[in-house]
């Protein structure tokens, strides 16, 4: 019987709560960050930082999930998803964008339409936007 983990794309490193990282990451399998990571990250597959994780760093990945604190821009071949409880301080360079309501966000999107050309939207399907945290002139939304 084979190793079932003996492809990058189904193998999966955890930086746990305790480890602290400052450097250069960069692996071929998944990430899952519970920690805390200054420097910057580069895979080739899916980065999650977790709800308790907080990273200080730009991050390049086929796919990346907020569900903790980001400082840095991050740069998807694919996706990125911001959770709930993710809090990005950065921009956001993706071809598909999710940002579920209640989540946290300053910063800029830039979708490139040669990716997919999809628009960035929201848990509930209405098209998302960035804000500040202030309302507008206006009157608000």
Not at 45 to 55: D, L, N, P
Request: glycine fraction near 12%; aromatic fraction near 2%; include cysteine.
């Amino acid at each position: 019987m084979g190793n079932p983990y003996d492809t990058a794309s189904e193998r999966m490193s955890v930086l746990p709560r305790t480890l602290k990282f400052k450097g250069e990451l960069s692996a071929e399998e998944d990430l899952l960050i519970q920690g805390t990571v200054e420097g910057t990250i580069h895979h080739t597959q899916r980065v999650t930082v977790c709800e308790e994780g907080k990273v200080k760093a730009n991050i390049r990945a086929q796919v990346i999930k907020v569900e903790g604190l980001v400082e840095g821009d991050l740069h998807a071949e694919r996706s990125v998803f911001v959770a709930e409880s993710g809090n990005l301080r950065g921009n956001i360079h993706a071809p598909s964008v999710c940002l579920v309501e209640g989540s946290h966000f300053n910063g800029a999107i830039e979708m490139d339409p040669k990716k997919g050309g999809q628009q960035a939207s929201r848990s509930d399907g209405k098209a998302a936007r960035a804000t500040t945290p202030s309302k507008t002139a206006a009157g608000g939304e």
